[in-house]
């Protein structure tokens, strides 16, 4: 009973300011699909519009074959589960749960029988006679779920279900919340700016930034190949070497940093090999860290180092006076003491590489279905 | 969802049906009264009317007088109100419910019985006067602008303790406790966040307390003497001993409203500075009372709604003594209610229960109707609504009822002297009041909660009916009391609207207590004070509220 969602540049403006210009995306069926952002990115505006709340200034929204602008949001069969859990205050949690099946008219018995499968899924059956205002914050989650999901709806919409909660408890639910996913396998558009918390729970995420998609990949790829600078540094933490160069000697390619440390790409696209600046983005772990200063690498000084069990992080600054973190994972023998020399070389494997005037990857690799 | 696609809604023809009864029962009556105003009954433009007002000092010390005992009505009133309210809704106070249900008794009468009931306690010949003045103690007077203070801030500041208490419902204890959190606790506390975060309602409140109190007719009647108030000199030279000058009066109600006009301007502005919403997730858990504090705060609030009920309590006393004319005699017997049983008591309790039932369904549904259409359906037409069915706000009772007599005195809508006119002006007063409680409880529903119903399959009508509705029921119910209270003791347009088929029980009061039948007065008034009780107590029981929401 799911349905896949197409949008075609989609248009959102309120009055003359434009949020969304010109948007297309393809949400697979059955897919966990999470929007990512900044606030005020764009990303609950486009939530709500595929809701029915916000008003659609142009482009085509398809659920399956079916246009859905001018649907009316009470027909989308859509299940949603709100920020501020949008619970109904002055009805039991029965109530609250049975109340969309209520709508469809359905038989008393399956009602009940429905009403109180999903409770029960959600573990909030105990609760069942009571009132919401005595449920606590996850509480109150499981059971804005399971009226959500208790209409058996083609398509689940979030819209930062987990921001109201504790730590804890958001990893808690965010587990819960794909499990349930996966075993009823209804299309999922899941709003978030905690970018953790995306790569948690989705199959594929759409990174947004100003009412433009940047990146549309799973998690694993938007993170080892990001699109873009801004999805590099918005998903994780990237060093930004800018002011460095690619080079092209002998048919290969090289990237050369301002202190002069070279290294050879074999994973730059075609068309971008040829000299010229670009910038480097580099991850706290993939920079290998070496205490011997006669190996060939940048020279670097550490400021600071923070033990964290697992790893080490190392606050570095380079001779070009840039600053940069690496993690390393912990060793058995004694921690790098500040004011230490060290050498850095960069794993060519991992690393990224940008344009300098349009910030694109211009490594192979990258897979974005971002139809832009 | 785009708007312009869909079909004529059934909101728009809400929307229109609305707009329609306005232009016909309150902005064409107000064109009336503006036209009463400057033509002349040769037909000719002139401004002589208001030349005539502001020539003589006899007319314009009225504003002024009207002004002064206006304003130091409403600053008195919060300062008796918003210290109950707050003890009320922080800390448990031993017969809390009690107190709070007495407040809205004291509310419920007609302000002009409490300046009878006072005029009977502390007047020349009053109880207490004279038991003092045999010890040698001279109270001195409490006719003219004392008394009107005294009598109008008794009788107003539990609208401030019923506003206040809604106020401080909406406050979010976490918001207490991150204050106290900051270092920020007592007295302190209470002036930077509590009031701060209530000032909206401190300013509707104060607002409220404004216009009710300078269009109160009765008590400056009965209290005023020589000290005459301006809705006094509208009636006077309505219905004065010159005979009928419906001109000079017309000029004067427009005189009225701008007197309102501008203080419902001010306030706005006021209102303005402080825009936001808050809504109670944590509501603030009264805390218990210990001490000298606890003591102190226990008096307070038992001794001010002793005072304020005081005068219900001896009116219904008096009503059970021997009284001939004007002269209360020693004994107690029943005569009073059989001279009110020859004197229309039967018809006036019938047209009290059949108009004010009537009205107020009809207020309800129009004021959850404009609630709705104004904050989730805004649009021009619909903030058009809104803001006529505002205008009565301004307009006190008797402009509306000179304004309803001069647009429906004759054909092709002669409406004088019936059921239905009456009805009317109850409702055009009304309204207002509570369109703006509906509107401001709509407002505090996060629109969320009204999505998820639409997103789970209920149509709009649905949604409407059981969420957002329900969800709005304590902000209207607290409208809909204060608007039968008024409904039930509304004199100040009914004194120019009524005749003997359409007499309510609050009319017959006033009449005995002016035709000097004191003991009759005092009957009437028993009754009255008996209905408005039932009445609450009937709400109380049907509403099933284990505390006292309104």
Known sequence: MSDNISIRHALKKYGDNVIIPDLNLEIKEGEFFTLLGPSGCGKTTLLRMIAGFNSIEGGDFYFKDRRINDLDPAKRNIGMVFQNYAIFPHMTVRKNVEFGLKNRKLPKEKIVEQTDKFMKLMHVDEYAERLPERLSGGQQQRVALARALCIEPDVLLFDEPLSNLDAKLRVEMRTVIKQIQHSVGITTVYVTHDQEEAMAVSDRIAVMNAGVIQHVGTPKNIYQRPANLFVSTFIGRSNVLRGEKLVIENGKTYFVTKSGYKAEMTNVLPEYQKDQEVILSVRPEEFLLSKDTSVYGMTATVDDCVFLGLNTHYFVHLESGEEVEIIQESSIDSIIEPGTQIKLTINTDKVNIFTADTEVNILTGVQNDCAN | ?550
Request: proline share 3%.
């Open chain 2, 1 to 550: 969802m785009t708007k312009s696609k869909k079909k004529f809604e059934v909101w728009t023809v809400v929307s229109l049906v609305l707009l329609a009864s306005f232009l016909l029962f309150l902005v064409y009556p107000m064109f009336g009264l503006l036209k009463q105003a400057v033509i002349s009954p040769e037909g000719e433009f002139t401004l002589s009317q208001f030349q005539k007002f502001f020539s003589k000092s006899y007319y314009t010390d009225t504003i002024v007088n009207s002004v002064k005992v206006t304003l130091c009505v409403t600053a008195i009133s919060l300062l008796l109100g918003i210290p109950i309210a707050y003890f009320y809704s922080f800390y448990r106070i031993r017969g809390a419910k009690t107190l709070f249900v007495l407040s809205i008794l004291c509310s419920m009468s007609a302000p002009f019985i409490g300046a009878y009931s006072w005029i009977m306690l502390l007047g020349r010949s009053g109880a207490i006067t004279q038991f003092l003045l045999n010890f040698g103690i001279d109270i001195g007077s409490i006719y003219g602008f004392k008394g009107i203070l005294i009598v109008q801030s008794l009788k107003f500041f539990p609208l401030v303790f019923i506003y206040m208490n809604g106020a401080f419902k909406n406050i979010d204890n976490t918001l207490m406790e991150a204050s106290a959190n900051m270092g920020c606790t007592g007295v302190r506390r209470l002036i930077s966040i509590v009031l701060a975060l209530s000032m909206p309602t401190i300013l509707a409140a104060a607002l409220m307390v404004f216009m009710q109190a300078f269009a109160d007719f009765g008590t400056p009647m009965l209290l005023g003497e020589g000290y005459q108030t301006f809705p006094v000199l509208i009636y006077n030279e309505y219905l004065g001993e010159n005979g009928v000058d419906y001109n000079f009066a017309a000029a004067l109600a427009c005189i009225a409203i701008f007197v309102t006009a501008i203080v419902f301007i001010f306030q706005k502005w006021a209102t303005s500075r402080y825009k936001f919403s808050m809504n109670a997730l944590h509501p603030v858990e009264k805390k218990e009372c210990k001490g000298i504090s606890g003591f102190l705060m226990h008096a307070y609030c038992y001794i001010l709604v002793a005072v304020a009920f005081l005068p219900q309590l001896y009116i219904i006393y008096l009503s059970f003594r021997n009284c001939k004319g004007a002269i209360f005699h020693p004994g107690f017997s029943l005569g009073n209610y059989e001279t009110a049983m020859k004197k229309l008591l039967v018809r006036s309790i019938k047209n009290t229960a059949v108009m004010g039932v009537l009205a107020l369904v009809i207020i309800i549904v129009i004021a959850v109707l404009i609630a709705y259409l104004v904050v989730r359906r805004s649009s021009t037409l619909n903030n058009t609504i809104d803001t006529i069915s505002m205008l009565p706000y301004i307009m006190p009772g008797a402009v509306i009822g000179l304004a309803m007599l001069l647009a429906f005195g004759k054909k092709p809508l002669a409406l004088t002297g019936t059921m239905a006119i009456m009805v009317i002006s109850f409702v055009i007063r009304r309204l207002p009041y509570t369109i703006r409680s509906a509107t401001a409880t709509l407002m505090q529903i996060s629109l969320s909660i009204e999505e998820a119903a639409i997103s789970l399959g209920a149509s709009k009508l649905k949604t409407f009916t059981k969420i957002t509705v329900p969800m709005m029921a304590n902000g209207i119910f607290s409208g809909a009391i204060l608007s039968w209270v008024a409904i039930v003791t509304e004199l100040s347009s009914s004194i120019i609207l009524y005749n003997n088929k359409t007499i309510t029980l609050t009319m017959s009061t006033y009449v005995a207590i002016t035709r000097g039948n004191y003991g009759l007065a005092a009957a009437f008034a028993a009754i009255l004070t008996v209905v408005t009780t039932v009445s609450l107590l009937l709400y109380l029981w049907i509403s099933k509220s284990e505390d006292v929401k309104l």
